[in-house]
C-alpha cells in the first residue's frame, strides 16, 4: 500500500479525536466568518461554545438546498472573494444555481480527497486515465482531473462528447483508467463494437471510476462484461465540495467515507432525529475542512445507511451503503418511510408485471396518507383470463412488498399499455381523488 492509504487505515480513537478537533474548528470559523452562518445560528439561538464535543453537532440547524439557493451568489463565503480561486456551480433545473467557491487550500484538501478515492479503487500513478466527464461548472470534469494529477496518474482531459475520437485516442494512448458516467461507458462500448473493435481486446482499461448517476448493480457487471474491467462507483455533491467524499475499493461491498474531512449522520428524514448505526435515512454531511464556503450539516437529500462493520480490504474507514432513492421521493404510510425505488425493485423482481406502474395515494381527512395502491401493468406474456392466477400474482407481490418495506399495499394488476405513458418524468405518484 501507498501513503495514498494511510488516512483511510487510520486507528479509529485518533481518527475521532482528529474529526472533534476539525468540527469544533469549522463551526467557530463558519460562526465567525460567514454571514449566512452567523445569521442562521443567531436565529436559531444557538452559539459555537456550545458545541464542546462531537456529538453536539446535533445542536446545530441544518442546511437545506433551499438555504444554499437563498445564498445566492456569494452569501456563504466565509474568506473575502479575492481569496477565492475558484468557482462551481450546480445546473440546477428549477431555480438558482448553487455555488461554490473554493480557495487555495481548498482545492489543494478536495484534490487530496479525489487521489485517495481514486487510490481505493485501484488507480497508481502508473496509469493513464481519460476524463470523460464534461468540464466546466459541474465538479466532476475538474475534480477528477486534479485528483488524479494529484495522484500522479497521466491524466487524458478529453471532455465530454466526440465519442469516436474518444475511442480513438483511448486505444493509441493504452489508457487504462475510464472515468465517466456509468451510462457513458456503456454507450462508449456499443460504439466501439460499431467501429469493428472489441472492447476487451483491443483495449488496454482495467479499471472505470463511475458517478455523477445512480448505478445499479445490473449497470455494473453489465459494463465491467463489455470492457473485461473492475468498475466501481463513487459519491459526491457540489454542495459540499464535489466528488471526493466516498468511493468504493475493490471488493465493491460500500463506498468508503473520508471520516478525516467529513461528519456523517444519517437521519430519519421526516423528523430530522438521528438513527442508529445501519438504519437506512437521509445523509446529512459536514464537511470539516473548508474555508471558503463552508456548509454545516447539509441534507443531501440522498437515502442511504453506514454499512456496520468494517471492510475486508483492511481500510479502516466506514463505508456508505450505494444510494437507494431521493427524500424528495419519500411518501410517509402510517409511519412508515415508503420510496417509489423499493417498489420499483420488488417488481423487477415479477418478469409477469412491466416497469410501468404507479402509486395511488389515499388520505385521510388530515390529509395524512392512510393507504397506498400499487398499480403495476401486466406484460404481455403474463397477461392472462385465468382469475385464479392473477389473484395469486397480486398477492405474491403484495408479500414481497411487505417483506422488504413492512408495509402491505394494495396491489393491482392492470392490463398492458394500459397507464398513461409521460414524455419526460412519468408520474409515479398520483393523488386517489385525482383519478
Ligand atoms: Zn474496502
Not at 131 to 156: C, I
Not at 343 to 368: A, Q, T
Amino acid at each position: 500500500m501507498n501513503d495514498w492509504h494511510n488516512m483511510d487505515c487510520v486507528d479509529r480513537e485518533e481518527l475521532a479525536e482528529l474529526r472533534e478537533q476539525k468540527l469544533l474548528n469549522t463551526v467557530k470559523w463558519a460562526y465567525q466568518n460567514s454571514p449566512f452562518y452567523r445569521e442562521k445560528f443567531q436565529n436559531n439561538s444557538v452559539t459555537p461554545e456550545e458545541v464542546k464535543e462531537l456529538k453536539n453537532i446535533t445542536r446545530l440547524p441544518f442546511t437545506t438546498k433551499s438555504d444554499l439557493r437563498e445564498s445566492y451568489p456569494f452569501k456563504l463565503a466565509a474568506v473575502p472573494m479575492e481569496q477565492i480561486v475558484r468557482i462551481h456551480a450546480s445546473s440546477g433545473t428549477t431555480g438558482k444555481p448553487i455555488v461554490a467557491g473554493y480557495t487555495k487550500n481548498d482545492l489543494v484538501e478536495w484534490s487530496r480527497l479525489v487521489a485517495r478515492t481514486c487510490a481505493l479503487a485501484g488507480v497508481t500513478s502508473r496509469d493513464t486515465a481519460q476524463v470523460s466527464f464534461g468540464y466546466g461548472l459541474f465538479t466532476g470534469g475538474f475534480g477528477l482531473h486534479y485528483g488524479l494529477e494529484y495522484l500522479e496518474a497521466t491524466v487524458v482531459p478529453f471532455s465530454s462528447g466526440n465519442t469516436e475520437r474518444q475511442l480513438s485516442l483511448m486505444k493509441d494512448f493504452q489508457t487504462t483508467v475510464l472515468v465517466s458516467t456509468p451510462s457513458f461507458a456503456l454507450y462508449m462500448a456499443e460504439a466501439a463494437r460499431e467501429m469493428g473493435l472489441d472492447p476487451k481486446k483491443d483495449y488496454s482499461l482495467r479499471l472505470g471510476l463511475f458517478g455523477g448517476e445512480p448505478c445499479s448493480e445490473n449497470m455494473r457487471r453489465e459494463i465491467e462484461n463489455q470492457w473485461g474491467i473492475t468498475a466501481t462507483v463513487n459519491y459526491g455533491l457540489t454542495e459540499v465540495v464535489g466528488p471526493g467524499v466516498s468511493g468504493e475499493c475493490t471488493c465493491q461491498e460500500g463506498m468508503h467515507l473520508h471520516e478525516d474531512s467529513f461528519i456523517e449522520e444519517i437521519i430519519d428524514p421526516a423528523t430530522g432525529e438521528s438513527l442508529p448505526e445501519g438504519e437506512s435515512g437521509e445523509l446529512v454531511l459536514t464537511p470539516i475542512f473548508k474555508e471558503g464556503f463552508p456548509v454545516i450539516r447539509y441534507r443531501t437529500g440522498d437515502i442511504t445507511r453506514i454499512i456496520p462493520g468494517n471492510c475486508r480490504c483492511g481500510h479502516t474507514t466506514r463505508r456508505m451503503d450505494y444510494i437507494t432513492g431521493r427524500t424528495d421521493d419519500m411518501i410517509i404510510v402510517k409511519g412508515v418511510n415508503l420510496f417509489p425505488s423499493q417498489v420499483e425493485e420488488v417488481l423487477s423482481g415479477f418478469k409477469e408485471v412491466s416497469p410501468h406502474y404507479r402509486l395511488v395515494l389515499h388520505r385521510s381527512d388530515k390529509g395524512f396518507v392512510k393507504d397506498v395502491e400499487v398499480q403495476v401493468e401486466l406484460t404481455p406474456e403474463g397477461f392472462t383470463d385465468s382469475f385464479q392466477e392473477l389473484e395469486k400474482l397480486e398477492q405474491n407481490i403484495k408479500n414481497r412488498i411487505r417483506s422488504t418495506i413492512s408495509l402491505a399495499p394494495r396491489v393491482k394488476l392492470m392490463e398492458p399499455k394500459s397507464l398513461e405513458r409521460t414524455t419526460g418524468k412519468s408520474r409515479r405518484i398520483v393523488e386517489g381523488e385525482d383519478l
